[in-house]
C-alpha cells in the first residue's frame, strides 16, 4: 500500500528555508547574548514563529501547506540553541589557564587536540579570533565529532522509529500534542479556538504568577504561588532521608491530560519508591558515603540529586536493560518481525529507500571510525573496550529512551555513560576524558519527530533533509555571530558578566568532577544487578499478568523524570519554560541561578501528572466526548505557549536592563 505521505507535497520549500534563515539570523543573537549575561536560555516558543509566520502567510493568500508547518516547527528545537556550541571552545580555553584547573592538576593533562596550549591558549584570549591555527584540530575535532553523532542519531533514531511507532504503535504524547498542533494551526479548523483560548489562559497564568512580581521586583508578591512545595522537613522526624512534596506549577497537571492514568500512576510508585523508600532506607540503615551523610534539614533536591549520584542511577541502568530486553525476549513474534523489516526497504519517504540493515549498518561503520579516532588519539586506552560502549551504550540508551518517550510525556535519558565507559576500563590517563567518545543519545528525538512527520503526512526525507540543512545553518550563523560577540568585547569579560561569575562555577565544578568520579561512588555493579533483577520480575508480572508491558518503563521514567523546565523543550520550543519563585528572584537579582537548577523533583511531578491524568478521564473526557482527545493536547500546547512568551519577553527586558550600563552615560 502506498504511504499517504507520498502524495503530499514537499515541506521543504524556498520560502520556508527563507524564514529558517531569517528567524535564525534574527534570534540566534540575543540567545547568544542573554546566555553570555546570565548563563541561561531565553524562552523562545518556536510556535510564536510559526503562529506568526501561518497567520501572515494566511493573510497575503498564500497560507502555509501541512508540510510547510511542520519542517517550520522544528526551527527554534534545532537551529536556535546552535549558537553556544562555538562558545564552548572558548570556554574550554579560559578553563585550561585557569589557576582552577592547575590547582586541581588537571590543565598539563589537558591534550592539545582538545585545547591549544597554555602560552597559546592565553594568545588566542588576547587575540580573540577563532582563526589560529592552534585551534584548527580542537575545531575540526569538535564540529566532526558533532557531525557523527548526528549520523548515530540518525541512525538509530530511525531505527527505534520504526520498532516503537509502526510496530508497537506506541502514541508518543509529547509529539503526538505537536503534532495536532502543527495540523490545526495548517488546516485552520475549528479547534484551534482551543489553541487561542489556551495561550491566552496560559499567559494570564504567567501575569498572576511571575509578571506582576517581575514588574515590581519583588519574588514574594506572587498572586498565585507557583513552584515546589518541599515537605521534606517536615516528614524527616518519622522518615529520614524520605523526600516529599508538591509543585504548585500548573503545567504538570496539564500535561497529564495527556497520559493515561495507569501510566502517571506507574511513574509515581517508580518515584516514590525510590525517592521516598529507598531514601528512607539508605538512610535508615546508614548507607551513605562519609562525604554525604544525611544531616536534618537537607531539602529535597539534594537528596534527590545524592540518591542519585550515589544509588539510583546503577539501579537505573539494570532497569533499562530489563526494559529493553525483556520485550524481545518474551516476544518473538515482535523479534521476527523486526527482522524481516531490516532486509526489506522502505518506502520512499523515508531516506532514498533505505532498510532498517542500511541504517545499522551506517550506524556501525559511523562507530567504528570513532572507535579508530579514539584509540589514535589515545592509543593507551584499551580500544576493544570502545565499541561494546559506543555500540552497546547508544543502543540501549536510544531504545530505553524511545520506549519511555512513546508512553510518557517528558521521558528519560540514562546519563554518566561515558563516564561509565572510562571508570570501568580500569585506564587512569586524564587524557580519555577528553576523547570524543560517541554514544549516541539523539536518537529518540529522531523517532519521535519521525512519528510526528508521519501524523503531519511529511515525507521522513524531508525531515531528515530540513534537520541536516537547518544544523548547517544553525552552525554557520552560530558561528559568525560568537566570533562577532568575541571580536566585539573580551570573553571571558566584564561586558558578559556570565563568563567572569559563572565560568569560574563552571570551571571549579569540571575540575571537582574528574576528581569525585575515582571515587566509585557512582558505579556499582552488585546494584545494576539488583536493577535487572528487579526489572524482570516487574516487566514479567506486569506483562503476563497485568496485561500491561508500559509499567516498567512508566516506573523508570518516574525514577529518572527529568525537572518540567527541561520536558518538552524540543517540543513545546521552551527553554526554562516552567516559572518559579527561584526564577523571578533570578531575574529581579535577589534570587542566584543555581537556586532553581532543579526546580521540582521526580515525586511533585509525577503527583501532578496523575491528578492531571484522573481529573482527564474521568471528568474532562465525558464533559468533552468525542472530541477531547483531539482537543486536550491543543490545550496543552497553548497554555505553555502563552506562558512561555510572557517569560521570553521578561528575559528580554531584563537583557536590555543589563546591557545599559554600557551606553556612554
Not at 571552545?89 to 585550561?96: D, R, S
Not at 504524547?173 to 489556551?198: C, F, G, H, Q, V
Not at 529522531?446 to 501524523?455: F, P, R
Amino acid at each position: 500500500m502506498q504511504n499517504v505521505a507520498e502524495k503530499e507535497p514537499s515541506g521543504l520549500t524556498r520560502r520556508v528555508l527563507t524564514i529558517v534563515i531569517f528567524t535564525t539570523l534574527i534570534l540566534q543573537p540575543s540567545l547568544i547574548y542573554v546566555y553570555l549575561l546570565t548563563g541561561m536560555g531565553m524562552p523562545i516558543s518556536q510556535w510564536v514563529i510559526v503562529l506568526l509566520v501561518a497567520g501572515l502567510a494566511r493573510a497575503l493568500g498564500n497560507p502555509l501547506s501541512l508540510q510547510e508547518t511542520f519542517i517550520l516547527s522544528l526551527v527554534g528545537g534545532i537551529s536556535l540553541g546552535l549558537g553556544w556550541f562555538f562558545l564552548n571552545p572558548i570556554k574550554y580555553i579560559f578553563f585550561k589557564v585557569s589557576p582552577i584547573t592547575s590547582s586541581f592538576g588537571i590543565a598539563d593533562n589537558i591534550p592539545w587536540w582538545f585545547t591549544p596550549p597554555y602560552e597559546t591558549s592565553l594568545q588566542i584570549l588576547y587575540t580573540r579570533t577563532f582563526f589560529h591555527s592552534s585551534l584548527a584540530i580542537p575545531l575540526l575535532l569538535s564540529i566532526s565529532t558533532m557531525l557523527m553523532t548526528m549520523i548515530c542519531d540518525i541512525c538509530l533514531g530511525y531505527i527505534a522509529y520504526y520498532i516503537y511507532a509502526r510496530v508497537e504503535e506506541l502514541s508518543f504524547p509529547a509529539y503526538s500534542m505537536a503534532a495536532e498542533t502543527i495540523i490545526s494551526i495548517a488546516k485552520n479548523d475549528n479547534r484551534l479556538r482551543y489553541l487561542w483560548i489556551s495561550i491566552v489562559a496560559g499567559a494570564i497564568y504567567n501575569i498572576l504568577s511571575f509578571w506582576l512580581a517581575f514588574l515590581v521586583n519583588n519574588p514574594y508578591l506572587q498572586i498565585i504561588p507557583r513552584g515546589l512545595v518541599d515537605l521534606t522537613a517536615t516528614i524527616e522526624g518519622a522518615f529520614p532521608g524520605a523526600t516529599f512534596g508538591f509543585t504548585t506549577d500548573l503545567y504538570p497537571y496539564l500535561a497529564g491530560f495527556l497520559l493515561p492514568p495507569a501510566v502517571s500512576a506507574s511513574m509515581l510508585i517508580g518515584s516514590f519508591g525510590v525517592y521516598f523508600i529507598g531514601n528512607h532506607l539508605v538512610t535508615k540503615f546508614n548507607m551513605w558515603p562519609e562525604e554525604a551523610r544525611w544531616t536534618p534539614g537537607i531539602n529535597m533536591s539534594f537528596l534527590v540529586l545524592r540518591g542519585q549520584l550515589y544509588f539510583w542511577f546503577s539501579l537505573c541502568i539494570g532497569l533499562a536493560i530489563a526494559a529493553v530486553v525483556m520485550p524481545l525476549i518474551t516476544r518473538p513474534k515482535m523479534m521476527v518481525n523486526l527482522l524481516k523489516a531490516f532486509s526489506l526497504k522502505s518506502d520512499s519517504s523515508s531516506s532514498k529507500g533505505l532498510s532498517l540493515l542500511h541504517f545499522f549498518i551506517i550506524f556501525l561503520v559511523v562507530a567504528l571510525l570513532n572507535v579508530v579516532l579514539v584509540h589514535f588519539l589515545v592509543p593507551g586506552f584499551p580500544w576493544w573496550l570502545l565499541p561494546l560502549f559506543t555500540i552497546g551504550w547508544s543502543l540501549l540508551s536510544t531504545f530505553a529512551s524511545t520506549f519511555s518517550i512513546g508512553v510518557t510525556f517528558g521521558g528519560f535519558s540514562i546519563p554518566y555513560m561515558k563516564e561509565a565507559t572510562i571508570y570501568y576500563s580500569g585506564y587512569r590517563g586524564m587524557d580519555i576524558w577528553f576523547a570524543p567518545i560517541i554514544i549516541s543519545t539523539g536518537g529518540p528525538w529522531i523517532a519521535g519527530t519521525l512519528k510526528q512527520a508521519d501524523m503531519c503526512n511529511t515525507k521522513r526525507s524531508d525531515f531528515l533533509k530540513a534537520y541536516l540543512l537547518i544544523v548547517a545553518i544553525g552552525l554557520f550563523l552560530g558561528f559568525l555571530l560568537v566570533s562577532w560577540f568575541w571580536a566585539s568585547a573580551p570573553i571571558p569579560g566584564s561586558a558578559y558578566p556570565y563568563t567572569i561569575t559563572g565560568w569560574i562555577s563552571e570551571n571549579m565544578a569540571w575540575a571537582r568532577w574528574f576528581r569525585w568520579l575515582w571515587s566509585g561512588y557512582l558505579f556499582h555493579e552488585e546494584i545494576m544487578l539488583i536493577g535487572f533483577v528487579m526489572g524482570i520480575a516487574i516487566h514479567s508480572i506486569s506483562a503476563f499478568l497485568l496485561h500491561a508491558p508500559y509499567v516498567l518503563i512508566s516506573l523508570l521514567t518516574g525514577i529518572f523524570m527529568p525537572p518540567p523546565f527541561i520536558v518538552g523543550s524540543v517540543t513545546l520550543g521552551i527553554v526554562g519554560g516552567a516559572m518559579t519563585m527561584g526564577q523571578i528572584g533570578a531575574l529581579t537579582g535577589q534570587v542566584s541561578v543555581p537556586t532553581f537548577v532543579f526546580a521540582y523533583g521526580p515525586i511533585p511531578t509525577s503527583i501532578a501528572n496523575l491528578i492531571g491524568s484522573l481529573i482527564s478521564k474521568f471528568i474532562l473526557k465525558k464533559r468533552f466526548e468525542p472530541q477531547w482527545d483531539q482537543i486536550a493536547p491543543l490545550i496543552v500546547m497553548g497554555f505553555g505557549i502563552g506562558d512561555a512568551t510572557l517569560w521570553a519577553v521578561a528575559w528580554i527586558v531584563t537583557m536590555i536592563n543589563k546591557s545599559l550600563w554600557l551606553l556612554p552615560y
